[in-house]
């Protein structure tokens, strides 16, 4: 486009032009003996021209050849305009066959960048401004792509930077929960176990928003045992109790707003239970806690309890829950201690559950 430099109706003006050359071929013979007819001494011009100077001495002896006079007249005008198209229509159709291959050739070309576009030849040049305007844009978005560029490989270092200190952070913790974590399992009857924080890097393609590391918490149950993930080997009253002592561990950099163990006691009586009931609550102090439990220890900790319980109407079944006042505590509590029938001694073994929280 830029090399054509196409102009707006060249294709007519180039098309008309070829068209009177192709003519002019044609009737250059024809062309060439009226020249000389209209060229020479003896031309109709330069004898109407002789007749009306002769007309015009004696024009005024007789009305009629007054009137012969002006009808000459009006003839040699009219010869000398006909001389005057002529000689343009010789120019027109001068028969020039490098001109006639020029407007041929550009032609061609500009009617067969026209197909390359889909476009209509004369709309050839508004589509040179287009492309024009839309390397302008690129050319000037060159430099706002090597800004971008230098942007991203600053935002890069920076963000590899604070990522390195991040991972750095996060294994030094790792340590210190591991120890901390560590000190709680003993007492919830997880005394063979074992528990690490595990913090690796990641492979530069998964980094991400939190970071380049994958942080995964993994157990030992047992002596010898290799570590594998929390979730995949602990049973479900073991993951809580994990849970638990996570949670406790981590109690001072602050927690949910609320937690909800399910059974988090089962399996376990005593002292353990009483150490479960115990965390539960320094746990509880912080924020909301909801646990569901069947392990006196546990539920004299609480300070609200419902009470949940199932009946059967036929071959429906309903759970009810049901909120339990001072009284209702201690009856509660004392029936989880003694089964069925609750005895004197299950109330006040009850009562000193209680008061002792």
């Known amino acids: 486009l830029t090399a054509l430099e196409p102009q707006a109706g060249e294709e007519a003006r180039l ?3 070829r068209s009177d050359m192709q ?28 007749a009306a100077r002769k007309l015009d001495r004696i024009g005024g002896e007789h009305p009629l050849l007054a009137d012969a006079l002006a009808s000459l007249d009006r003839a040699v005008i009219e010869a000398g305009e006909a001389e005057e198209k002529l000689e343009k229509a010789a120019e027109a159709l001068i028969h020039d066959p490098a001109a006639l291959d020029a407007a041929e050739t550009r032609l061609f070309e500009l009617r067969a960048l026209a197909r390359k576009h889909r476009c209509e030849v004369d709309e050839l040049p508004d589509k040179m401004r287009e492309f024009r305007s839309a390397l302008d844009a690129i050319e000037g978005g060159e430099a706002q ?17 604070k990522a390195r200190a991040l991972h750095k952070a996060r294994a030094d913790g790792a340590k210190k929960l591991d120890k901390a974590v560590a000190a709680e399992l003993a007492p919830l009857k997880l005394d063979a176990a074992r ?16 970071g380049i590391d994958a942080v995964e918490f993994l157990i030992a149950t047992n002596p010898g045992a290799d570590f594998a993930p929390l979730g995949k080997i602990a049973s479900g009253g073991e993951l809580s109790r994990f849970i638990l002592a996570l949670k406790v561990a981590l109690a001072e950099k602050g927690g949910a707003a609320t937690v909800i163990f399910d059974e988090i006691d089962r399996g376990v009586g005593g002292a353990v239970a009483s150490a479960i009931g115990e965390r539960l609550a320094r746990l509880a102090a ?15 900790r609480g300070g609200t309890h419902y009470v949940i319980a199932k ?13 339990l006042d001072t009284d209702g505590r201690q009856e509660e509590i004392a029936r989880m201690l003694s089964g069925a029938e609750i005895t004197s001694e299950a109330r006040a073994q009850a009562d000193r559950l209680l008061e002792g929280v």
Do not use: C, I, N
Not at 25 to 33: F, S, T
Not at 286 to 299: C, F, K, S
Not at 311 to 323: A, Y
């Open 311 to 323: 009946s059967s109407e036929g071959t429906v079944t309903k759970t009810g829950v049901t909120l």
């Open 15 to 17: 098309a008309e032009a």
């Open 195 to 210: 528990f690490m924080t595990q913090v690796d890097e990641l492979p530069e393609e998964k980094w991400g928003a939190s």
């Open 286 to 300: 912080d924020g909301q806690l909801l646990a569901v439990t069947h392990t006196p220890q546990v539920a004299a």
């Open 145 to 161: 792509l090597d800004a971008l560029e230098a942007a991203e490989e600053s935002a890069g270092e920076d963000y590899a930077a």
């Open 23 to 50: 003519k002019g071929e044609k009737l250059a013979g024809e062309l060439e003996e009226l020249r000389q007819v209209w060229d020479g001494s003896d031309s109709p011009l330069a004898a109407l021209r002789v």
